[in-house]
């Protein structure tokens, strides 16, 4: 069965369906890279960002995300409104056929919630990546500054219409 | 490297020549609007007039807040680890200033505290939710919005772009959210380092 809520615990409260992703980041037609977490600054809030390519032939999609220690991570996208931005949550981000999704600064992220303070640079965290089709499935990622994300992370990030009409 | 103080080294009231304009990565703006004249507060609790504090200097100001993941520490990040590999002369030319759209929060000590953990010299502003709209609508940016998540928590909408003021006053380039350290590198130099009439 698979877990299809987009806010889930990183803690157990769901159970395991998954299993831990061979090397490189690779599940199926599914592949993961650039993932990585940024410290947090000042704030109990940290991000998660990564790409996943889909090389099958079925449209896929990301339900939920769990970061290995924290309580609660959640699909968000940055967006515009009115001259501004702001960050909406999500329930799951479509990845189609033969398409990509790129979780990047200013565009898609997770937001890891509460327990983020203990993330530090330099550890490796386990993050599970809940699909629709593919199921539940863990991968390593690292914790760094946010100033070594622009070495991590895809180019995606939308450019943000700078003022009000 | 980090630069324990700004010295207070004017460069000519100059803009960038149009051929360095052209080449930039940022978006240059059809106009290039004079610096808007507004006054809040510094960290340490001293009055900060842009208008009179941006003259002679590339000031690099951005509208944003301490409790920000996504868009805020990435464009400082960004930002700082490029200024940090800037040549001294180069990187005195040089003033970033933020200004917090949730002063509610960010204290001054929060604000300074977070600052820091960027670049010492950055200057982080704040005042009354008023002043501070009244600072954004000189620069066209609509008032920011407090949107309540529960539990008394609550996001800001807020401006992601950095605007980039040229030595002689005025808002020239506009750096979106986007702008990777690649983009500093290429027109930092560019912009500051300048000499020749403007455009």
Redesign the interface.
């Known amino acids: 069965m698979l877990i299809i809520f987009a806010s889930i615990a990183g803690c157990g409260a769901a159970p395991e369906t998954g299993q831990l992703a061979p090397a490189g980041g690779a599940v199926g037609a599914l592949v993961i890279s650039k993932g990585c977490i940024?410290e947090?600054?000042?704030?109990k809030?940290?991000?998660l960002y990564f790409t996943v390519v889909n090389r099958g032939k079925e449209d896929e999609a990301l339900v939920a995300v769990a970061v290995e220690g924290t309580d609660r991570s959640d699909l968000?996208r940055?967006v515009?409104?009115?001259?501004?931005?702001?960050?909406e949550a999500t329930t799951e981000i479509a990845i189609p056929a033969g398409g990509s999704l790129a979780f990047a600064?200013?565009g898609n992220?997770v937001?890891v919630q509460d327990s983020a303070k203990h993330l530090r640079r330099g550890a490796l965290v386990r993050v599970r990546l809940v699909f629709r089709r593919s199921g539940s499935h863990r991968f390593p990622m690292p914790v760094v500054?946010?100033?070594d994300?622009?070495q991590c992370v895809a180019?995606a990030?939308?450019?943000?219409v700078?003022?009000?009409e | 490297m980090v630069v324990l103080g700004m010295v207070g080294c004017r460069q000519g009231d100059e803009g960038p020549s149009s051929a360095a304009m052209r080449g930039l990565r940022g978006e240059v703006r059809e106009i290039a609007d004079p610096v808007p004249d507004f006054t809040l507060v510094d960290t340490a609790g001293r009055p900060f007039r842009f208008a009179r504090e941006a003259r002679g200097y590339l000031t690099l100001l951005y509208f944003g807040y301490t409790q920000c993941p996504d868009i805020c520490p990435v464009h400082l990040a960004n930002l700082s680890a490029v200024l940090s590999d800037l040549p001294w002369d180069l990187r005195q030319r040089i003033r970033v200033v933020f200004v917090t759209t949730d002063p509610d929060r960010d204290t001054p000590s929060a604000l300074r505290r977070w600052l820091d953990s960027f670049d010492p010299t950055f200057i982080g502003l704040s005042g009354s939710v008023e002043q501070i709209n009244a600072a954004q609508a000189r620069l066209g940016i609509p008032p920011l919005v407090r949107e309540e998540r529960g539990h008394g928590d609550y996001i800001v909408g807020h401006a992601a772009q950095m605007i980039a003021f040229t030595p002689d006053g005025r808002a020239r380039v506009d750096y979106p959210f986007g702008t990777r350290q690649a983009d500093w590198a290429h027109d930092l130099p560019l912009l500051a380092g300048s000499a020749g009439a403007g455009s």
Not at chain 1, 40 to 43: E, F, Y
Not at chain 1, 80 to 87: D, E, F, I, Q, V
Not at chain 1, 157 to 160: E, L, N, T
Request: without cysteine; glycine residues 12%; charged residues 20%.
């Open positions: 940024a947090p600054i000042g704030t809030l940290a991000v968000h940055t515009s409104r009115g001259g501004l931005a702001w960050m600064p200013g992220h937001m500054a946010y100033r994300l622009d180019d990030s939308p450019r943000i700078r003022r009000s």
